[in-house]
């Protein structure tokens, strides 16, 4: 989904594989395995998307590069 962020362009988010797909601003794209639905929701509702992020998710999962 499309989101209003300066840094992040769209999120997606595989319920059953707990994953989080972020595509930043600048074209690269990143999964983000073990992520709860609760975190996806929080994220996807909070006023600064960047903010959230590197509070909440970019230190505390794994991830993986997918294109840059």
Do not use: C, Q, W
Request: a neutral charge; zero cysteines.
């Amino acid at each position: 989904m499309h989101v209003d962020s300066t840094a992040i362009r769209d999120i997606d988010y595989d319920e059953n594989r707990g994953k989080l797909f972020v595509r930043f601003t600048s074209g690269a794209e990143y999964v983000y395995v073990g992520v709860p639905s609760p975190v996806h929701r929080a994220f996807a509702e909070a006023p600064s998307k960047g903010g959230y992020f590197a509070r909440e998710i970019r230190d505390s999962y794994p991830f993986n590069r997918l294109s840059s």
